[in-house]
């Protein structure tokens, strides 16, 4: 079934931050006596705020100090402004859906100064999407609480169950369960499973959800 509107997560799916990110948290945390593999960053922290990877991070042995989320944010927002790609093919993606007539928005659990930084990068793409991106930090609880993507369905004018998330994390693909939104999960790296285990339908590349959405070749 053809959704009303899509609802997007924002970092591993709209812009491909994470790599970027994580890379820089695994060193961070290092350097404060918590050794992590790639592996171990994003099983336990992609997806969520960074208050939450703090707290946790503390409570695994690192040295957290006082002042280390803005610290941390400080390192995150300089390395990302120098330069964050999209991911590949989403602009083709919302190309269809505006030719569909068919709404879009963006819920991110990351703060707006963050996605001011990685999508005006690319203006066509900020033109775009903005007045339609939502923070959790503004507009709603964090995933995987269900909050946020219901505020941008609301905000959209669109039932919920004629809405479609697309996410790249277990929380935000729980957070659309616990919203009762059907979910497609973008599993770049690996086979998704994850993503599975919380209802949502994986799938690999970009370019494959205009067919997954119902969208005319």
Avoid at 11 to 37: C, F, K, M, Q, Y
Avoid at 51 to 70: C, F, R, S, T, Y
Wanted: charged share 20%; aromatic share 6%.
């Amino acid at each position: 079934m053809t959704p009303k509107a899509v609802l997007f997560d924002c970092d591993g799916v709209i812009v491909d931050s994470e790599p970027i990110t994580n890379i820089l948290l695994r060193d961070n945390l290092a350097a404060r006596g918590l050794t992590l593999t790639d592996a171990d960053i994003v099983a336990m922290f992609v997806g969520g705020t960074m208050h939450a990877v703090g707290i946790k991070a503390a409570q695994m042995g690192a040295n957290i100090e006082d002042g280390w989320l803005d610290a941390m944010y400080a390192s995150m927002y300089d390395r990302l402004a120098q330069g964050t790609p999209l991911v590949q093919g989403i602009e083709g993606v919302l190309d269809q859906l505006d030719a569909a007539g068919i709404v879009y928005a963006v819920g991110s659990n990351g703060n707006e100064r963050k996605m001011q930084i990685t999508i005006g990068q690319h203006p066509k793409l900020w033109n775009r999407l903005s007045g339609h991106l939502y923070s959790a930090h503004v507009h709603a609880k964090p995933k995987p609480e269900p909050d946020l993507y219901l505020y941008a369905a609301r905000q959209l004018g669109v039932d919920p169950k004629d809405c479609v998330v697309v996410d790249d994390s277990a929380a935000g693909c729980r957070a659309a369960k616990n919203a009762g939104i059907r979910c497609f999960g973008y599993a770049e790296h690996d086979d998704g499973q994850n993503l599975a285990a919380e209802n949502a339908i994986p799938f690999h590349a970009m370019s494959d959800l205009p067919a997954l959405l119902g969208l005319p070749k």
